[in-house]
């Protein structure tokens, strides 16, 4: 067994007792009587959580990679938006020395 299913399973073994939650596509391997029928069974639910977890694990990714897209572009405009501002700003202080020649 590779580390990754025995952590899997030792997880579902620490969270078994503490929540009673039905997993859709989950079989109750318990009701099988023959060793081979319940070991197969388990087996079942062990590739269909490492399928979920898969599926999850890309959502996750894809979900990730959209926010650091979206970050870059924020840091793409916020870095526009203060030039724009310095020369403003720079343009104000020109036209307040400006000012006080006149007078």
């Known amino acids: 067994m590779t580390p990754r299913l025995l952590a899997l399973l030792a997880g579902l ?15 109750i391997c318990t009701a099988e009587k023959a060793m081979d029928r319940r070991t197969g069974c ?8 490492q399928q ?3 599926k999850q694990a890309r959502d996750m990714q894809a979900k990730l990679a959209e926010a650091n897209r979206e970050l870059a572009a924020h840091k793409v405009e916020l870095a526009a ?3 724009a501002l310095a ?4 343009e104000l202080a020109d036209l307040k020395k400006v000012k006080p020649e006149k007078k």
Not at 13 to 27: N, V
Not at 42 to 49: D, G
């Open 13 to 27: 073994a620490i969270a078994a007792p503490a929540m009673a939650q039905d997993i859709r596509g989950l079989e």
């Open 81 to 83: 938006l203060k030039t």
């Open 42 to 49: 388990l087996q079942s639910n062990v590739e269909f959580l």
């Open 87 to 90: 020369k403003l700003q720079q």
């Open 52 to 54: 979920a977890l898969t």
